[in-house]
């Protein structure tokens, strides 16, 4: 496994996994429509956008495996000055879930922001109806917050709820497997 910055050149390949995420996850939150027609074009919109305006802006890590993409993070430093730093995303290939590596790319994108930003806070918005990753994330000591409804693409909205960790906590963590990401 090979942990990196993410470059626009990762753009396509990331945004791949985040519609495949998304279908697996996400059914019957977002219109099937959705997530099969709309979702591939629009999330290579979005992360070619990111890459291209916002990339000063934003903290992207990837995992390889023999050069090939199977897991993601963007951290948004400093995104709410009341929340912190803001995980806006964390996506492993659904073949790699349980080894461990959704608790090594938070580490890892929670050390690439302390290199630069050694304080605060990193949260992240988890809809409610992923218990999973709620489980996951409170594995991992994450701390659920307020709830508020988010509003997606396409007309989708659904209630998400809000889980945090003091980044130090996040660059400490014990790297071993874990179950779920």
Same mark, same amino acid.
């Given at each position: $496994?090979?942990?990196? +910055? %993410?470059?626009?050149?990762? %753009? /396509?390949?990331?945004?791949?996994?985040?519609t495949?995420? =998304?279908?697996?996850?996400?059914?019957? @939150?977002f219109?099937?429509?959705?997530?099969?027609?709309?979702? /591939?074009?629009? #999330?290579?919109?979005? =992360?070619?956008?990111?890459?291209?305006?916002?990339?000063?802006?934003?903290?992207?890590?990837?995992?390889?495996?023999? &050069?090939?993409?199977?897991?993601?993070?963007?951290?948004? /430093? =400093?995104?709410?000055?009341? @929340?912190? !730093?803001?995980?806006?995303?964390?996506?492993?290939h659904?073949?790699? !879930? &349980?080894?461990?590596?959704?608790?090594?790319?938070?580490?890892?994108?929670?050390?690439?922001?302390?290199?630069?930003? /050694?304080?605060?806070?990193?949260?992240? =918005?988890?809809?409610?109806?992923?218990?999973?990753?709620?489980?996951?994330?409170? #594995?991992?000591? &994450?701390? +659920?917050? #307020?709830?508020?409804?988010?509003?997606?693409?396409?007309?989708?909205?659904?209630?998400?709820? $809000? $889980?945090?960790?003091?980044?130090?906590?996040?660059?400490?963590?014990?790297?071993?497997?874990? +179950?779920?990401?």
């Amino acid at each position: $496994m090979h942990f990196r +910055p %993410a470059t626009l050149l990762d %753009a /396509p390949a990331i945004a791949a996994l985040h519609t495949l995420s =998304w279908q697996q996850t996400y059914r019957g @939150d977002f219109s099937d429509h959705y997530l099969d027609v709309e979702a /591939p074009a629009e #999330r290579l919109q979005v =992360w070619t956008e990111r890459f291209t305006a916002s990339a000063a802006a934003m903290q992207v890590s990837v995992v390889e495996e023999e &050069g090939v993409l199977i897991g993601f993070s963007c951290v948004f /430093p =400093w995104h709410a000055a009341e @929340d912190g !730093h803001l995980l806006d995303n964390l996506h492993v290939h659904p073949a790699y !879930h &349980g080894r461990g590596l959704g608790k090594k790319l938070m580490q890892y994108a929670a050390s690439r922001l302390a290199a630069t930003v /050694p304080t605060g806070e990193m949260y992240l =918005w988890v809809l409610t109806s992923n218990e999973a990753a709620i489980g996951f994330y409170e #594995r991992l000591g &994450g701390r +659920p917050g #307020r709830k508020e409804f988010h509003h997606f693409a396409a007309g989708n909205t659904t209630e998400a709820i $809000m $889980m945090s960790w003091p980044l130090a906590a996040l660059v400490g963590l014990s790297t071993g497997p874990e +179950p779920g990401l």
